[in-house]
């Protein structure tokens, strides 16, 4: 079950991306001029959803995929495009119906199913993939690997998500954060180290059938992610 805490940030996160960053996010997601801090943003992103659509089979016709939160589903649509059928769920219901608006018609043998919610309920069924990028970088390291756990338990294929690395610039980010005030912030971004989480992702239970495959940092400006993925064992 998730955890008291995990529960308590994901209101955070729910009530920050649904009102009070639905705008600008929207503009970043987009074509749509932005800043320079957040063009890097942007770029970074894109590279590594490049990154972990390239961790996909080529083919995913018959493939089931949750794409755990979505955003505005560019991600979705990518994996769509290439057959899967896709469940998209993201906890700000003004980013699925962006989504949704966003997403084409035809999308040949793919299709997308856009949900709010949350990612871990068992009600969404199994799924050969799962991939959740920069959805899960706003929570504590255990609670990361508690909710790996109980989507591990409904995939067959593979669990692909990033995390924030701990590093000297995001350690300097998230105390300058600190200053802003509070209704002014996003939800902190908690940095993550690799070495620890993969003892964290070695010890729990949930996870046991499971080891870690390949990662990947991506650092562009003020975007830094790192790509880590699970496979059976």
Known sequence: MPTTTYKERRG?????????AADAWSKLTSDAPVSRVRATVRAGRD????????????????????????????????AARRGA???????????????QERCPKDLGVGSVKFLAGDMTDPALGTFDHVVAMDSVIHYRSEDVVKLLAQVAARTTGSILFTYAPRTALLAVMHAAGQLFPRGDRSPAIVPVSPARLQRLIAAE???????????QRISRGFYTSQALELVHQ
């Open 205 to 215: 239970p949930g996870l046991a059938a499971w080891r870690c495959g390949r990662t």
């Open 85 to 99: 059928a896709v469940t998209a769920i993201d906890v700000a219901p003004t980013l699925i119906a962006l989504a």
């Open 12 to 20: 955070e996160i729910e009530t920050y991306f649904d009102r009070t």
């Open 47 to 78: 590279l590594m959803r490049a990154t972990l659509l390239g961790w996909l089979p080529p083919d995913l016709a018959g493939r089931r995929l949750l794409d755990a939160g979505c955003g505005t589903g560019a991600l979705a649509v990518e």
